[in-house]
């Protein structure tokens, strides 16, 4: 994964391909997650007017609630209400702009011959901070999982993660998706049980499988971190941003 550059055609970066599969992998399973949390019906849109029917369902996933959380720490009533007047539509555009994401990166049609160069990935200046917002959520969640709370333990887990580079072979993050495909226990992977993007659901990751989302966390904060980079950059040069 190289950082987004700022260029004529948005901002452009490229990604391997198992980079760019995981990620809109993640993206659209987060969105499936976001919405049934939230108790969006299917189909609903951005704009669709349905902020105000009915009481909006609080999360029970801590991860969603992270995406979600309460308006108000010491005033339950006051966060209720504001739940039930922003929820849905707040909801329908975290859903709307992580399968906006994940589209986009499965788009990315330019590819080497060589899997690991990967394919360019162009974000138009007006996508851009939904695009960015997208990786925020990803982030948001998997640091849910993760069990991450302060910068302190993002610096854990990022030296945890770049031990585990060091120690890996040639294939990287191909050779773990692998293994995450066949339930992350070297298995042969059987039927199809809904483990294909095993791991990331569930609370308290450790061992293999933490280094494993955690390289997923990390790659989604160089890709966030480097777009906002370039964002604020042409910001300040007083360069459009469409």
Do not use: C, N
Not at 170 to 188: I, K, L, T, Y
Not at 205 to 211: D, P, Q, T, V, Y
């Amino acid at each position: 994964m190289t950082p987004f550059r700022s260029a004529p055609a948005g901002y452009v970066a490229r990604w391997d391909d198992v980079e760019r599969e995981v990620l809109a992998r993640v993206a659209r399973d987060v969105a499936e997650l976001l919405g049934a949390e939230a108790g969006l019906e299917p189909g609903i849109e951005v704009g669709d007017g349905i902020a105000f029917t009915g009481v909006a369902r609080v999360p029970q996933d801590p991860a969603v609630l992270r995406l979600l959380p309460d308006a108000h720490e010491e005033d339950a009533d006051v966060a209720a209400e504001f739940r039930h007047l922003t929820q849905t539509d707040l909801a329908a555009g975290k859903v709307a702009r992580l399968v906006a994401f994940a589209d986009a990166v499965d788009a990315s049609d330019e590819l080497s011959d060589d899997p690991r160069v990967g394919a360019e990935i162009v974000v138009p200046r007006e996508s851009a901070q939904d695009f960015a917002g997208a990786l925020t959520d990803l982030r948001l969640v998997l640091a849910e999982r993760l069990g991450l709370v302060d910068d302190a333990d993002v610096e854990t887990l990022h030296d945890e993660v770049f031990a585990g580079v060091e120690d890996e072979d040639d294939e990287g993050w191909a050779d773990a998706d692998d293994e995450q495909r066949d339930g992350g226990d070297g298995g042969d992977g059987g039927e199809d049980d809904g483990s294909e993007v095993a791991g990331w659901e569930r609370v308290g990751l450790s061992g293999a499988e933490r280094r494993y989302w955690g390289g997923v966390f990390v790659a989604a904060g160089f890709a966030q971190e480097s777009l906002v980079e370039e964002m604020l950059a042409d910001l300040r040069a007083g360069r459009p941003s469409v």
